[in-house]
């Protein structure tokens, strides 16, 4: 039945700011974490990612010629400019809503159509490759005892191979503390390094030319949609030998009989920020290279792997060791869903960790659809940022993983979207606040794209300002908070403007929206009042509820938005006993899709518990196995954080081993170097994977910190640091057999801290809990009962014993067992 609409409660927790600990990798540890190769990269999916937030290269690592893919992440297409339609939306908007209310529902889609269709609408513009980096080294075809990797901790890609008698090395990386990419070339024996340096690019407006000693690119990024190209946008390229000679031609630099040579590749653009073109290329671009010149190469490694450790040394996982780590990468993912290789399953959680350190720093960009690398002009999708899952997948693994620094720049991006998104809702919508679709890009449009059947879901700013209150649950940072409320506050007053009463339960509803990219009716999306919009809204009016709370403001307007929380329409459990993606009960038991977005409140989101609403838990549990497991590669990567929170670990290892599996043309799985074939690449489906065997191992968002809550058979035993739990609480478990054998606690904030345990355990320092969820240190959201309650018997999930533990901040609990 229908659950009172009264005023809903929060259990909100009260936190500040504390500092990072950093845990040290053991040394057997730290020589598995390397992705291994017996033969070069004969494609991209094939090469290897180096990253520094701002620069980007895929290492190829051929023995007759080296390329380096090169990325800077401020080459886009076109320039500054949102991409709203015209006012006729607008003025249609109170018939595209009554039309829909009236069922008429693709009427209503083609009214939208015309509407959002116009010569000055743009989808969107795509992220730029610079170009390719190619160094030929004469006589090297015949190269024998070949092999290259990427040792993930220390950020550095390896060749190494034989021609005669003289052994070849190559190392290279992007450097995070010299912004630039250094490769140095050695070998066994002096004067035997021969090399030419070139550079190339698909960009149309470009010129590749020598200058001195230095090889320079200069171009303009690309046109697209009727926006002109206007990056501009420099590379250079100077060589730095160890005896030898170097000369140059009109396009190239020619090396002979050096003993090693070093190469720096710099690069900048004009770029400012998303309204400002009028840096300068050059002077960025030779700023840093004449820097990173003075720099000794030791002593530049040694700096950017200190750098680059101090955030990944943070977190260690060990499921343990077997034979198949003995075999190059491609051997193990052919073997890995038969065979028995658990480190693999660790290398890739730490692979993705590394991915996002390369490709998300603090005062960069935020991590796109294939984070930082991309080799075209016209990327699948754009390579931007698609808001309706995969940015937001990027950034999972931020807080849970301790990398919350890599969190700053989706941050900063939600705060421009919270201007420039000001105009959407006001223009088209009439509304208060912001609000964003569901694809954004370097401009920060906000604006419908991809045309209505995929672009009227005004949903994208809702989803992404989940981020900044999770990321005070995690930190407790109320400074952190007072900069960010004002983006809250906007989110929640475009809705409390935008929602509509829905006639037949005047629930208050979003309209129009859809299920992101799934279709109700064939080849209709548009709807109202989907089971994901009100659970998004939810979110959003609740974190404003708490934020203002929490920071002692704007209570009149709190109080208006509690009213309009209470008037949100329920979950509802459908006739398969399902959990509804739609107002009405329309699922199909056969519906594949990739999109499971009505399972947003199961995870992300945590407003689906085993022990709150077990109808609803099951209802969801129902929905995920109609759907199937076999999927896009970021739709797998969802599923493994979806069944380790419905505490089923052996189906969450069920999904990680269909995703790592060699992908095939047609189908997703992994690329040999380890990127998600969505296909083709994207990198959400690694952010999505490294989360999942987070929540394998540590959950907190239920009102408790859930230990083990889904470790699959595969993982009897194992180790991990460095875990985050909400309210401030890093978590060591050591397990044997599938129990806890260790346990190490340290709080930054001090209080309580409620463990959640499938066994019981008998120690001093713990005590029985009193009752469920009466941690204060967790914020749990209240949720409304189904409209119709499953008449099936619930699954029961398994019996779990609860423990509080009275801590002081600043403190380490150790427990054995």
């Not at 249609?92 to 159509?113: N, T, V």
């Not at 809705?495 to 859809?514: C, F, G, I, K, R």
């Not at 659970?535 to 109080?559: E, I, K, M, Y």
């Not at 009466?774 to 409304?784: D, L, R, T």
């Amino acid at each position: 039945m229908l659950q009172s609409t009264r005023t809903l409660a929060f259990i909100l927790f009260m936190l500040s700011c504390w500092g990072t600990v950093c845990h040290a990798q053991s040394a057997s540890q730290a020589e598995l974490l390397r992705l291994w190769y017996d033969k070069p990269a004969t494609n991209w999916n094939e090469a290897l990612p180096i990253g520094n937030g701002r620069l980007g290269a895929m290492v190829f690592g051929g023995a007759a010629q080296e390329r380096l893919q090169l990325n800077e992440e401020t080459v886009w297409a076109g320039g500054p400019g949102n991409n709203l339609p015209d006012n006729r939306f607008r003025e249609a908007l109170p018939e595209l809503r009554k039309l829909i209310f009236d069922g008429k529902y693709q009427e209503a889609q083609d009214l939208a159509a015309q509407k959002v269709a116009g010569p000055n609408v743009n989808h969107g513009m795509p992220y730029q490759t610079v170009g390719d980096l190619l160094i030929d080294f004469p006589g090297h075809d015949g190269a024998t005892g070949y092999t290259r990797d990427l040792n993930i901790d220390q950020a550095v890609a390896s060749t190494a191979y034989t021609v005669g008698n003289v052994r070849y090395t190559r190392e290279v990386f992007a450097s995070f503390t010299d912004q630039v990419i250094v490769m140095k070339v050695t070998a066994g024996k002096g004067g035997t390094v021969d090399c030419t340096i070139r550079l190339k690019s698909p960009h149309t407006s470009k010129r590749i030319y020598t200058e001195g000693q230095r090889l320079v690119l200069t171009g303009t990024s690309g046109s697209h949609e009727g926006k002109t190209g206007q990056v501009k946008f420099e590379t250079l390229v100077a060589p730095v030998l160890d005896g030898g000679k170097l000369t140059t031609t009109d396009s190239a630099l020619v090396v002979s009989k050096a003993r090693a040579v070093t190469v720096y590749i710099s690069m900048g653009t004009n770029f400012r920020n998303y309204h400002d073109l009028r840096g300068d290329a050059h002077q960025k671009t030779f700023g840093y290279l004449t820097a990173a010149l003075k720099q000794p190469y030791a002593s530049a490694k040694s700096n950017h792997t200190a750098y680059y450790q101090k955030f990944f040394h943070r977190v260690s996982l060990d499921l343990g060791t077997t034979p198949a780590t003995k075999q190059p990468i491609p051997a193990r993912l052919q073997q890995f869903a038969t065979g028995n290789d658990p480190q693999l399953a660790a290398l890739y959680f730490q692979f993705g960790r590394y991915l996002l350190i390369s490709a998300s720093q603090p005062g960069t960009q935020p991590a796109t659809l294939q984070g930082l690398w991309n080799h075209q002009l016209m990327p699948p999708w754009d390579s931007k940022y698609t808001i309706n899952i995969n940015t937001e997948m990027n950034y999972w693994p931020a807080e849970v993983t301790d990398l919350p620094e890599m969190h700053e720049p989706l941050f900063t991006m939600l705060k421009e979207l919270a201007v420039t998104g000001q105009a959407s809702a006001k223009e088209m919508y009439g509304a208060r606040g912001w609000m964003a679709h569901h694809n954004t890009d370097l401009w920060r449009i906000t604006g419908p794209v991809d045309g209505a059947f995929y672009g009227m879901w005004p949903m994208g700013g809702a989803w992404l300002s989940q981020h900044l209150w999770q990321h005070y649950q995690y930190t407790g940072d109320t400074n952190f908070l007072k900069s960010v409320y004002d983006v809250l506050k906007g989110a929640a007053l475009f809705y409390a403007d935008a929602l509509q009463t829905e006639p037949s339960h005047e629930w208050l509803v979003v309209v129009p929206s859809m299920s992101p990219e799934n279709e109700h009716r064939r080849g209709v999306s548009m709807t109202a009042g989907t089971t994901m919009d009100n659970q998004l809204v939810f979110d959003v009016f609740s974190n404003f509820l708490g934020a203002a709370a929490v920071l002692r403001a704007d209570q009149a307007l709190a109080d208006s938005i509690r009213v309009k929380l209470g008037k949100l329409p329920p979950m509802q459990i459908g006739k398969h006993g399902q959990l509804q993606e739609w107002l009405e009960d329309l699922d199909r038991p056969d519906d594949k899709h990739r999109h499971v977005s009505h399972l947003y409140r199961l995870y992300p989101s945590n407003q689906v518990s085993p022990y709150r609403n077990p109808a609803l838990f099951q209802a969801a549990r129902t929905s995920l196995v109609y759907r199937g497991d076999k999927s896009t590669g970021w739709s797998m990567g969802w599923k493994v954080n979806w069944w380790a929170r419905l505490q089923d670990g052996n189906r969450a290892y069920k999904l990680m081993q269909d995703q790592l599996t060699p992908s095939h043309d047609d189908e997703g799985g992994t690329y040999p170097n380890l990127l998600d074939a969505h296909p083709p690449f994207q990198i959400d489906g690694n952010f999505g994977c490294t989360s999942g065997i987070a929540e394998m191992l540590v959950q907190s968002h239920d009102g408790a910190v859930h230990l083990l809550p889904a470790l699959p058979d595969a993982w009897h035993t194992g180790k991990v640091t460095g875990l985050k739990a909400r309210g401030g609480f890093t978590v060591d478990l050591d397990w044997n057999d599938g129990k806890i054998s260790r346990l190490v606690v340290k709080s930054a904030l001090g209080g309580k801290c409620r463990f959640r345990i499938y066994d019981e355990l008998k120690h001093a320092g713990l005590h029985v809990a009193q009752g469920m969820n009466g941690n204060p240190f967790f914020a749990v959201a209240a949720v409304k009962e189904p409209v119709i309650v499953a008449a099936e018997q619930v699954e029961q999930v398994r019996r779990v014993y609860e423990y509080d533990l009275a801590t002081e901040a600043g403190k380490v609990y150790t427990f054995s067992f």
